[in-house]
């Protein structure tokens, strides 16, 4: 009887974690929290979902997802870079996420690594439903790169940056231009910061600045914006 049987099944391997996550680290996830912030029935499934964030990106990358009291943070390094994200329900239930850091080292720029992750970023984003995304735009072309790729200051930040630029517009010699950016800092809406960075004055006047602000994934003007400047942004890789 024994010599019939078949053998047993072999003992299944280990999943591989991906073509390009070294490893996967959830140890510091609560589960229950994990569950209310992004609706995954695990912490596992949860790092399965965001590892679409990094795909095509590098080779070798350390993921670890953890949770810090109501909030599910994420941080993906890889060779020379670091990227990490804050995810949070608010009072009405959206889902919101901070783009909490986002660095590359000097040898490894130019090699569109912030415009995949960002684009890959937001169609996880998309798939999680996810509302806003919030940014601190204050490094070096933040002020100017994050309005080119749709993000809009909060009200205060929008007041307090036209308040400073509107004193550094003044000294822009072309009256045209200059007479075109005052009256787009006069403007109440923070949409108007597209406009303002569409111009080459503009991008000189935001350059530099420091501010809060945010992506609506659901408003269609700025995902329109996002998705153009992405594609361009790549064209030129």
Known sequence: WLATQPPPPPTPAARPVG?????????????????????????????????????????????????????????????????????????????????????????RQGQGLATTVLANSIETYQGLD???????????????????????????????????????????????????LLKLLRDPTPQAIWELSDTAEGKQLLLGTDWYGELDLHHPLAMARFNRYVRRSRRKM
Not at 45 to 72: C, H, K, P, Y
Not at 130 to 144: F, K, L, M
């Open 130 to 180: 996810v509302s806003r995304v919030v940014v601190h735009a204050n490094i070096d072309v933040g002020g100017y790169t994050w309005a080119k790729f749709g993000f809009v200051p909060n009200e205060d930040s929008w007041d307090d940056l036209c308040s400073d630029l509107r004193e550094d517009a003044r000294y822009i010699r072309d009256e045209v231009a200059r007479s075109y």
């Open 19 to 107: 073509a390009n996550i070294r490893s996967i680290d959830v140890s510091a996830a609560n589960e229950d929290v994990i569950s209310d912030v992004l609706g995954a029935s695990s912490p596992h499934q949860a790092a399965e979902f965001l590892r679409s964030m990094v795909r095509d990106v590098d080779d070798q990358i350390a993921m670890r997802l953890w949770t810090q009291g109501s909030d599910v943070k994420a941080s993906f390094a890889g060779r020379g870079w670091l990227a990490q994200r804050i995810f949070s329900r608010n009072r009405q239930g959206e889902l919101i996420v901070e783009h909490e850091l986002f660095t590359v080292d000097d040898a």
